[in-house]
Structures are given as structure tokens and as C-alpha cells.
């Protein structure tokens, strides 16, 4: 079990490191991270080059969870944890992400990867989140606010519907809490009211 445990988080991991927003902004011979705010997210790439060429981001980034939490799955169920496995991949996926070795650990915030994640753990998380998001984003027009609500949603949600299994509740929360952290700059730049609307279907450069 120890090695299917140490398959699972390696693979799940590097499957993070392959980021949508900079693959796709490379076939486009250009880094999205050298632009706006320097991430390489879904927004930052919105921003820079228009929703029209986001299609491909939303893929890999969405496919990159999903695969590794059926992997993850796939390798602990003969265990009899299955859905510990997906909260494992999902976890590992998103630290990829985050923390991308094969790009220099400068990677994204893992929203649009943590909403597929919470889709395959729980699909009622992952409706829970869409909702905050939809609601913030339209009432705000901040992305960032949707996504540290719907972060916060997305730990809140594992206490409450899964406190029952300390690795899932505990895995849930700190992905959450997690996805908050790589918002910190976006904190601070909305309570000094330097944080800037965003039109996620503008056309771009």
C-alpha cells in the first residue's frame, strides 16, 4: 500500500506541473507569466489574451485533476479507500499546480483545477462552489473575491460533509485553505481597493 501511496502522489504531482494557461500560452510563443499578474492561471490568461484561446487552458487544467484523481483512486481502491485515493490525487494535482517543479515552482492559484477536483470527490462540493463563484463574480465582478469565497466554501464543505473521515475532512480543508493562501496578494490588494474587475469574456491583447 506504502508504494502505491508513493505512485499515486508522485504521478498525481507531476501531473500538476503540466499548467494549461503556460502550455497554451507557449504554442502561442509567449509566457503568460510575463504578463498581468504574473500567474500562470486562467484569469491572468483571460486578461492577457482573451477567452477566445482559453478553451485549451480550461482542458488541461480541468483534465489534469480529473486524471489524477481517477488514478489516485484507481491505485488505493484495492485498499478499500477510494475516496481517499481521489482526495490524495486531488491534493497532489493541486500542488503541482501551485508549486510546478518543472517550472521553476512559479505556477497558478488552482481554482479551476480545485473545482474538477472537488467535482470528482464530491460532485455536491463541487456544485456548492460553482454557486459562490457564479453569485460573487456577478454581484462584484471580481474574480479573485469568487474565488477566496468559493475557497473558503470549498473547506467549510468538507467539515461539514465530511467530518466522519479525518483524512478526507482534513485533505478538503487544506486544499482550501491552501487556494486562500495563493490569494494573499489578492487580499490585500481588495481591502486597500487596488484589486481589479475582471471580464471573463473580454477579447484580450
Do not use: Q
Request: hydrophobic fraction near 50%.
Amino acid at each position: 500500500m506504502v508504494a502505491s501511496i508513493i505512485v499515486a502522489a508522485l504521478t498525481c504531482y507531476m501531473l500538476g506541473n503540466l499548467n494549461g494557461a503556460f502550455l497554451t500560452s507557449a504554442m502561442l510563443h509567449d509566457d503568460v507569466r510575463e504578463h498581468g499578474s504574473g500567474n500562470a492561471g486562467l484569469t491572468n490568461f483571460i486578461r492577457n489574451y482573451g477567452a477566445g484561446k482559453s478553451l485549451m487552458v480550461i482542458f488541461v487544467d480541468a483534465g489534469k485533476a480529473i486524471l489524477a484523481c481517477l488514478t489516485a483512486g484507481l491505485l488505493l481502491t484495492p485498499y478499500g479507500f477510494p475516496l481517499e485515493g481521489r482526495v490524495l490525487g486531488g491534493l497532489c494535482v493541486i500542488l503541482g499546480h501551485d508549486f510546478p517543479v518543472l517550472l521553476g515552482f512559479k505556477g497558478g492559484k488552482g481554482i479551476l483545477s480545485g473545482l474538477f477536483i472537488a467535482l470528482m470527490i464530491d460532485w455536491r462540493i463541487g456544485l456548492i462552489l460553482i454557486a459562490v463563484f457564479t453569485v460573487v463574480y456577478l454581484l462584484s465582478g471580481y474574480v479573485s473575491l469568487g474565488s477566496i469565497l468559493s475557497a473558503a466554501a470549498f473547506a467549510v464543505s468538507f467539515l461539514v460533509l465530511h467530518h466522519d473521515n479525518l483524512f478526507v475532512l482534513l485533505g478538503g480543508v487544506f486544499m482550501g485553505l491552501l487556494t486562500i493562501f495563493m490569494h494573499r496578494s489578492n487580499i490585500s490588494r481588495l481591502v486597500h481597493g487596488e484589486e481589479h474587475k475582471t471580464n471573463l469574456f473580454g477579447k484580450g491583447h
